[in-house]
């Protein structure tokens, strides 16, 4: 079986909704990182077989195969295939196994997994169009009627934070962390192999003059006490607010994947080696503890135990997502999301995925580490994690 390899990976900077990449058009911002990989590695787009492309709310600028419609944007030869996955809040983690997987399989020698969202322009619930219906049927909706029915994403966080008993001071001190970690990663330039700056651009798509290479959601300034503030979001007198959530964003991440025989052929040196995927599906209303039994069959699957694993990037739905998940897991903080995660940089939903494989890759570089592992939970109840292995 051929091993699947990753060569680069690279990333917009993060802008909040309504920040500094407001301007872009979906399908271009992802075209721009598109291009931004393939040119800083010399690879010649022809050779890229497949863009497999995550992105959550696949509506107006972000409808039709916005995998394809970045493709062509970036200038690849029309020859580039490409689709877009939904796999919610993980959409690109998915992208990232489905093209090792592809390549593993023989099925491809050189593919692109790729991310990208604007919530800006695409906003949250706007896939849900008024007049067309409701997204649960009443097969799904009877079936969960007697647990009280679904529930929103932030309702699940609070009762995730009542299972595991995590209080409104976990949470805001978690979040608070989130913030140092990426003010610190920022400020001592450890995004900066990773990101592709980008043009600004102003609300007619024209350039502004500016670039920008700076992740926009970061508060170094966040205290207990600012957030302390702030009101619950989802539930009165609940403990999940906008400062223990991820934050709104947009942006657009690539990773680019070969099998190791076509990366030697070509000279690129692999960076990182594929080692396993897991996904697990828990109950929908609970929904967000899903990437504790992905990390346990990921880690099983790679024959590894958290011990081995130097780096963790884990999505930060919500705070209370990711300390349920570390107090379940027996994980002390030290070595996850030790940049930052989505409560500071933001969430640019079919993003995220490929943001945390680019952090991880490159994290796992800078701290000599030699195993990562990538987790992420998902609207309706499912979860995916990956493993992957430093080889540079
Ligand atoms: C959590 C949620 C309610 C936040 O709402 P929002 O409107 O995007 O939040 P904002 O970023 O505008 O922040 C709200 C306020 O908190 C403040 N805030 C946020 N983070 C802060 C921080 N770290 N320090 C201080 N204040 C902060 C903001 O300044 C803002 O204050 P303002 O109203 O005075 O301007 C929203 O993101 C949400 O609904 N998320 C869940 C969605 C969901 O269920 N998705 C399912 C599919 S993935």
Request: charged fraction near 15%; aromatic fraction near 4%.
């Amino acid at each position: 079986m051929p091993t699947a390899v990753i060569i680069d990976a690279v990333r917009s900077p993060l802008g909040r909704r309504n920040g500094q990449l407001a301007g872009w058009h979906p399908a271009d911002l992802a075209g721009e990182v598109l291009a931004g990989l393939v040119g800083r590695n010399d690879l010649d787009p022809v050779l890229v077989e497949d863009v497999i492309m995550g992105c959550v709310i696949q509506v107006g600028e972000q409808a039709l195969n916005i995998g394809r419609n970045a493709v062509l944007a970036a200038g690849f030869p029309e020859s580039v295939c490409a689709t877009t996955v939904d796999r919610q809040c993980a959409s690109s983690l998915q992208a990232v196994s489905f093209a090792a997987q592809g390549v593993m399989a023989g099925a491809y020698e050189v593919v692109v997994a790729a991310g990208v969202e604007s919530t800006t322009r695409a906003p949250m619930g706007a896939s849900m169009v008024p007049g067309l219906g409701a997204p649960f049927g009443p097969a799904m909706t009877a079936r969960y009627a007697p647990v009280g029915g679904l529930v929103p994403q932030g309702i699940a966080a609070e009762a995730i934070a009542d299972r595991w008993q995590l209080s409104r001071h976990d949470l805001d001190a978690y979040a608070v962390t989130s913030h140092q970690r990426a003010a610190r990663a920022s400020t001592e330039g450890r995004f900066a192999a990773q990101i592709i700056p980008m043009k600004v651009r102003d609300a007619q798509g024209h350039e502004t003059g500016e670039v920008t290479s700076q992740d926009e959601g970061i508060r170094p300034l966040t205290t207990m006490e600012s957030l302390g503030r702030l009101r619950p979001a989802f539930r009165l007198g609940g403990s999940i607010t906008a400062g223990n959530s991820f934050q709104m964003a947009d942006g657009a991440a690539a990773v680019l994947v070969m099998s190791e025989g076509r990366a030697e052929a070509l000279g690129l040196v692999p960076r990182a080696r594929l080692r396993a995927f897991a996904m697990a599906g828990v109950d929908p209303v609970t929904m967000l503890s899903g990437p504790i039994p992905a990390t346990a069959k990921a880690l099983e699957r790679a024959n590894l135990t958290l011990d081995d694993i130097g780096l963790i990037e884990m999505h930060e739905s919500f705070a209370s997502v990711v300390l349920a998940w570390a107090r379940s897991l027996g994980l002390d903080m030290a070595r996850v999301n030790v940049n930052g995660g989505a409560i500071a940089l933001g969430h640019p939903l079919g993003c995220s995925g490929t943001r945390l494989v680019t952090t991880l890759v490159h994290q796992l570089e800078n701290s000599g580490a030699r195993y990562g592992l990538a987790a992420a939970g998902e609207v309706g109840g499912t979860a995916n994690a990956l493993v992957i292995e430093r080889l540079g």
